[in-house]
């Protein structure tokens, strides 16, 4: 690591006082506006911290994003400043606010809207301040405009391209009523885009104090070193780490135009010294459903990937300057570009390219490695509420905690929220049973969920429900990894598929799937589905026994899957007082046996394998854990190619990496 | 004669203790080193170190860290979670978010009953209270023998909805009664009846499992006590700034949680009172952290979103708090990327700063101070002398070699950092509530608040900063200001115009005969006893809720209404008079009202302004002053002096910089006035 203790003189041209004060004082500006908002926000989303906060410099770089942001929005508000600045050149006078969301300028998803506030000093342009945050609605085909069927922008919702909304300070009401009119709440929407646009004049007014006292060149230097500062850091850390080029693959289940088959996201990763390289390219042209991704929501998933491994980093465009990336040429599901939907990254290609980076940099820090971690998955129910006496229209929104992955010196962590958004709380049921006809009948730990290895992933929830009083009532999901299922890495083992099941264990039993749209259900169906658990770090053979028995008395694992994941054989002594043992002799013996047929087992005919899983003669775990074989989990019909190129995947993350 | 109040306070290096003679109207303070493993040995360490004679003590009050530690350490009884079917993993479920964002290697911690003790039944209620699945009674039944088997002590029993409807909680509790009579139980309608379930069960589960020995604690200290003389109560500090007696503890030990933060909060409140001052900023700072309390129109902001550690919330009201990593101990560094950067990582009390020669080597705030000049080398009365030259070594080969700084100047630079950290901390805080701190005294207490709070408040805009007479104990004396109190809640939902006003006058009625029962068992009387009700409401639709006082008499309802429209105003910056208002929850806090202390102001009796002590250089706005050294117990009302000037007294040093005036006050504050033009930057 470099050491700057026999530096001499400061790194910066101003004193080292005022630049710390000042760097601070940026951050305190952004958390500032954060603060405001969630104090006046009118959008549940936006109360969740759906949102973000940047002060950018005159040229649109961000000096300082906020520290409680949701990871989704990093290193996109940047893009859209810059958007704002390309759009309106010198036409941007002081008290103008504009307005942006468009995805294909660099913004997340539609419901994403930025309010971007220059700050003047006389008649100088010394930087933005910018708000970003999720509202609740912004038109489009379905409520809450998250249209799983879309293929194209315009059943999303309203594009916003960088537009006024006030001018030197007076407020155009004809352009405010044209956005919040497109969206189903118009008055909470003119509300949230009131408060967010004032958020932007507590940056500026805190910036023009520091002016004040500082003087506007220091203020500009600061804002320049800023960035230089971060920049810094980011090469200082890098200085200690060897140089070299890193690769991987992820997928997304499916694109259904083209039938059974994994999509896949390529990641490069180079170091040389200069910097942090990615390259995207090879990775699947655009999918037919909302599941791809814009440039900027690319980004956000490289730089909020990389940020993980560097987490005491400030975000600003000096982490985005020494973090460069190619992602290929428009038209792919990395770089989808106008008209293909997007609102789906969030469960598409975002976390897929995330945890993609999260295995590079596994091998380049050992000490911080981590398996797949789960992904963000979101059940929507919409309908008529019989409960009520003019069946008013419901949205159960609905996204469930899930694991991370097991990691170099301990377990995932369970039940936590995504990576998407470690901020986003899951919702209580309690609040949720009193505004829906929904009764939640079990929210818990899925025992077995987390993959299994040396140090196993962590468990992912599973949550079911029965329709009460429903009337017309459909359910949809934007989901994934029901087919390219959380994974392990260094010798672990995937964790567990996602997928909505109906009416699970009876006659009208039918699995959904990971993504679907606009399911009719009625009042007494039950729905239940599990958020996958995270994928196990190191040969689940390997794992001290004494771990798995500690497991298997609070039931994250069971008596059964510790035999045939682990090979540790546990006695059942007296399960209601926790005494169990492990039975040494039988558990050497059933971890050779594993370890001598296992590798035949990714071999074995997976139509077999389908076979046997029709009979019930092996469960989901054996074929995914033991087979590697993927299967629509309701038929138990193989998907051949989907199959060959999990297998692929295993025998590199897992297969190689056991001993025999 | 029981002429005597006393209040402990527990701190995590020292046990704080405070005696007020009604006698003769005299305070003082004493402190002695906490014993953490039986933290009751410093109490009655301090009650003989305080040549206190409990014969004499007509009020005892006590701020204790028993139930924080004991959260912190997870060391508990033997205890078991009663749930529904479905629902055994809501305290470890959470709301699934990270208190580190970005840091994939920390988690938060682990729940408070493990998942091998947490036990489900059969039984269901929805949202509206009706009985959807009564309890299977067999189920129950075998699951109390279970938990007997198991040498459980303690158990929660957390309902879906139960909230709306207990029946089911109950029975269930009398059948663990019947089964295993000697363990403690917590239903969750009882202790908090809200909606939410991870909120309520983990609240109760905290109850839970703080209950035998939180209990057992007091039980302990209230016997000793009274055995060595004490006739009256022993009066608990809880975390919403009220007090409880024994009696109450054993049922509500979770409320102890947070106690001594709210100590100091309240010690803040009381001396922004005195001076007349409606907004004021308390800074606590201490040796590792420093505790920001806000004042507001009076009032201290009260929160019910709170916890000791993240993920596990406690959803009693408490004092609002908010602590940051800098304190006397905080250590500078120089960062990867050559920047000078000042915390949150502290050297604690080993090996405490560079100049308490014990073996550390880097800088902390103190070792700046000390070099400034700004801290003698004779601390708490000689009681500890500091090393100057290790602190300079420190400061010189961490800060000011790599930064081609002096000495002295990277000392100030190392200060006006952590000025500026705490500067920020106050303006987030600030305009979390809409408040602009211009507006606000500075009232720095704690061991290091006096050092840094003049130049804090220069960062700020704030024109004056109060030091009170005890700085470093000022958390015992909140402990000596506080009433009795219960807070209770009820959720009650209507549309607030069509709201039936008989009904919810007797919902407020059950509360009121349910806080008033409370207090007879503590021995309130009856003169003694004030109820406030207060009401939640919300913009139908709305997700966020907002409390506000209740009246009473028919028009009560509608002013709260008036009064809720103002309000979210005030606080969201918007109101919605069209939208209709709806009732969510009914409060009540029940006070019973303890006799307080009765200060007396001290005259002004002309003399001069009493020699220095000494006279030393110290560093300000870089360069070395000649300051004069005075001893604040020499200082009486009225006198002024001009900074740059430096104050010592036994537990605290409070700092007069350049172009800034003293004045002691007739409650022997020191009041340091900014100059006008610092005070009025904009």
């Given amino acids: 690591m470099k050491t700057l203790t026999t530096a001499s003189g400061p790194a910066t041209t101003l004193h080292p006082v005022t630049f710390e004060v000042l760097k601070n004082a940026f951050a305190t500006s952004v958390d500032l506006m954060s603060e405001q908002i969630l104090r006046t926000c009118y959008s549940f989303v936006i109360y969740s911290r759906d949102f973000s906060s940047a002060l950018c410099d005159k040229y649109g770089n961000t000096v300082m994003q906020g520290s409680g942001d949701i990871a989704v929005h990093v290193g996109t508000l940047h893009f859209q400043c810059k958007a704002v600045l390309e759009e309106f050149g010198n036409d941007i006078n002081p008290g103008d606010v504009f307005a942006i969301n468009d995805p294909y300028r660099g913004g997340t998803h539609m419901n994403d809207v930025s309010f971007i506030r220059p700050i003047f000093v006389e008649d100088e342009i010394i930087g933005f301040a910018q708000n970003k945050g999720h509202w609740a609605d912004i038109g489009g085909n379905v409520p809450g405009s998250f249209d799983v069927n879309a293929r194209e922008h315009f059943s999303e919702g309203l594009r916003i391209t960088p537009v006024r909304v006030w001018r030197a300070g007076e407020f155009l009401h004809d352009v405010a009523q044209l956005l919040v009119s497109n969206t189903r709440a118009p008055a909470q929407a003119l509300g949230d885009l009131n408060a967010q646009s004032e958020a932007t004049a507590v940056c500026e007014r805190e910036i023009l104090r520091l002016v004040d006292k500082y003087s506007k060149d220091t203020v500009l230097t600061a804002m320049q070193e800023t960035q230089d500062y971060v920049n810094r850091t980011v090469l200082g850390s890098l200085a200690g780490l060897p140089h070299g080029e890193w690769e991987t693959v992820d997928y997304l289940d499916a694109d259904p135009a083209h039938g059974e088959g994994l999509v896949p996201i390529r990641i490069k990763l180079r170091l040389d010294g200069e910097g942090i390289h990615y390259d995207l390219t090879g990775s699947a042209p655009a999918v037919s459903t909302f599941l791809n991704s814009g440039y900027g929501t690319t980004h956000s998933a490289i730089y909020a990937g990389t940020k993980t491994f560097f987490p005491e980093v400030p975000l600003n465009s000096g982490f985005y300057a020494a973090v460069t990336a190619d992602i290929g040429e428009e038209g792919t599901v990395v770089n989808a570009g106008w008209p293909n939907a997007v609102t789906g990254f969030c469960s598409g290609p975002y976390e897929k390219v995330m945890n993609g980076i999260f295995e590079l940099w596994s091998r380049i820090m050992p000490e911080r490695a981590m398996a797949c971690a789960f992904n963000l998955e979101y059940l929507l129910v919409g309908g008529h509420d019989g409960r009520t006496d003019d069946q008013q229209y419901f949205m159960w929104y609905d996204w469930m905690a899930g694991g991370w992955g097991g990691r170099a010196t301990k377990d995932g962590s369970s039940a936590t929220s995504p990576v998407f958004g470690t901020g986003l709380a899951v919702q209580p049921v309690e609040g949720q049973e009193r505004l829906n006809p929904i009764l939640t009948t079990s929210h818990a730990i899925n025992t077995d969920s987390g993959g299994p290895g040396r140090f196993r992933g962590g468990c992912g929830v599973e949550k079911g429900g029965v329709l009460t009083d429903a009337v017309k009532t459909v359910m949809s999901y934007c989901c994934d990894r029901g087919r390219s299922v959380t994974w392990g890495i260094e010798g672990g083992l995937p964790s567990y598929p996602h997928g909505v099941w109906l009416n699970k264990g009876t006659e009208d039993e039918k699995y959904l799937g990971a993504t679907f749209s606009n399911v009719p259900i009625e009042s007494g169906d039950a729905f239940t589905r599990p958020s996958a658990g995270g994928g196990g770090f190191g040969d689940p053979l390997e794992r001290e026994p004494e771990a798995v028995l500690e497991d298997v008395i609070d039931q994250y694992v069971s008596v059964r899957r510790a035999e045939r994941d682990y090979g540790v054989v546990i006695t059942v002594i007296d399960a209601e007082l926790d005494e169990y043992e492990i039975d040494a002799e039988a558990t050497e013996k059933a971890r050779a046996e594993i370890r001598s047929k296992r590798a035949g087992w990714l071999d074995a005919d997976p139509e077999a394998v389908a076979e046997q899983y029709r009979k019930g003669e092996l469960d989901v775990h054996d074929v995914l854990r033991r087979y590697g074989v993927i299967l629509d989990w309701g038929t138990g019909e193989l998907f051949p190619d989907t199959t060959a190129e999990y297998r692929r995947m295993m025998a590199k993350r897992s297969a190689t990496h056991w001993t025999s | ?682």
Avoid at chain 2, 262 to 279: F, L, M, R, T
Avoid at chain 2, 470 to 477: C, F, K, Q
Avoid at chain 2, 490 to 517: G, I, K, N, P, R
């Fill in chain 2, 1 to 682: 004669m029981t002429d005597l109040r006393v209040a402990v306070d527990v701190g995590g290096t020292f046990t704080d203790v405070c005696i007020f003679d009604d006698a003769d109207k005299t305070m003082r303070v004493t402190k002695v080193p906490s014993t953490p493993d039986d933290p009751m040995r410093a109490v009655i360490g301090g009650v003989e170190r305080g040549e206190i004679d409990l014969n004499n003590v007509s009020l005892f009050s006590h701020g204790t860290t028993v139930a924080t530690n004991a959260l912190i350490t997870r060391r508990f009884p033997k205890a078991a979670l009663v749930t529904t079917k479905g629902f055994r993993d809501v305290i470890e479920i959470r709301d699934g978010t990270k208190d580190e964002l970005w840091d994939a290697y920390k988690d938060v911690s682990g729940p408070y009953i493990r998942r091998r003790d947490r036990f489900e039944v059969t039984e269901r209620v929805d949202y509206s209270g009706r009985v959807v699945e009564t309890l299977n009674e067999d189920e129950a039944r075998e699951l109390a023998r279970l938990l007997k088997k198991r040498g459980t002590t303690t158990v929660a029993v957390c309902f879906i909805n139960a909230f709306a409807n207990a029946e089911n909680e109950v029975r269930m509790r009398e059948i663990l009664q019947e089964e295993m009579p000697e363990a403690a139980v917590s239903t969750s309608a009882e202790i908090l009846p809200e909606i939410f379930e991870h909120d309520r069960f983990n609240t109760t589960v905290s109850n839970a499992v703080l209950g035998p020995l939180v209990a057992g604690y007091v039980e302990r200290l209230d016997n000793q006590l009274k055995d060595d003389g004490y006739d009256g109560d022993l009066l608990l500090l809880h975390s919403g700034g009220g007090s409880m007696t024994p009696a109450m503890v054993k049922r509500f030990p979770v409320r102890l949680a947070a106690s001594g933060i709210a100590a100091g909060a309240i010690a803040a409140k009381h001396v922004a009172e005195q001076c007349g001052y409606d907004n004021a900023v308390g800074l606590d700072m201490g040796g590792t952290s420093t505790d920001i309390s806000l004042i507001a129109d009076g009032e201290l902001r009260v929160t019910k979103e709170w916890e000791v550690e993240y993920g596990h919330p406690i959803v009693f009201p408490s004092i609002e708090v908010l602590t940051i990593g800098a304190g006397g101990g905080s250590l500078a560094h120089i960062d990867i990327a050559g920047s000078l950067r000042n915390g949150p990582q502290s050297a604690g009390a080993d090996p405490g700063p560079a100049c308490y020669d014990q073996g550390g080597t880097e800088p902390t705030n103190t070792d700046a101070n000390l070099l400034l000049g700004r801290l003698g080398t004779d601390l708490a009365s000689g009681a500890m002398t500091l090393r100057r030259d290790l602190a300079e070594k420190a400061v010189v080969e961490t800060i000011a070699e790599p930064l081609g700084l002096e000495p002295a100047e990277a000392a100030e630079s190392i200060i006006d950092v952590a000025n500026a950290n705490m500067a920020d901390a106050v303006r987030l805080v600030s305009i979390r509530r809409g408040l602009d701190p211009r507006d606000f005294a500075l009232l720095a207490f704690g061991g290091a608040g006096a050092l840094h709070g003049a130049e804090v408040a220069r960062e700020l805009g704030i024109p004056t900063v109060v030091v009170p007479p005890n700085p470093g104990v000022t958390s015992a004396l909140g402990c000596l200001l506080v009433d009795i109190q219960h807070d209770l809640s009820t959720m009650y939902t209507a549309v607030a115009s069509t709201a039936d006003s008989d009904d919810l006058e007797q919902q407020f009625a059950a509360l009121e005969s349910t806080a008033a029962e409370r207090l007879r068992h503590e021995g309130v009387a009856e003169a003694d006893t004030e109820l406030k009700r207060g009401i939640s409401m919300r913009y139908q639709g709305q997700w966020r809720s907002l409390q506000v006082p209740m009246g009473t008499g028919p028009d009560a309802l509608t002013e709260a209404v008036r009064t809720f429209h103002e309000e979210h105003e005030r606080q969201f910056a918007f109101r919605q008079d069209d939208n209709p208002v709806e009732i969510y929850q009914l409060h009540l806090k029940a006070l019973g009202k303890t006799p307080k202390p009765a200060f007396t102001p001290a005259a002004a009796d002309g003399s001069a302004l009493p020699d220095p002590v000494e006279r030393r250089e110290v560093y300000f706005d870089g360069q070395w002053h000649d300051t004069p050294v005075y001893d604040r117990d020499a200082l009486r009302p009225e006198m002024e002096l001009a900074g740059p000037a430096i104050i010592n007294q036994l537990d605290s040093t409070t700092v007069v910089p350049p172009s800034t005036t003293a004045v002691i006050d007739e409650w022997l504050n020191i009041r340091i006035h900014l100059s006008a033009s610092e005070g009025d930057e904009k």
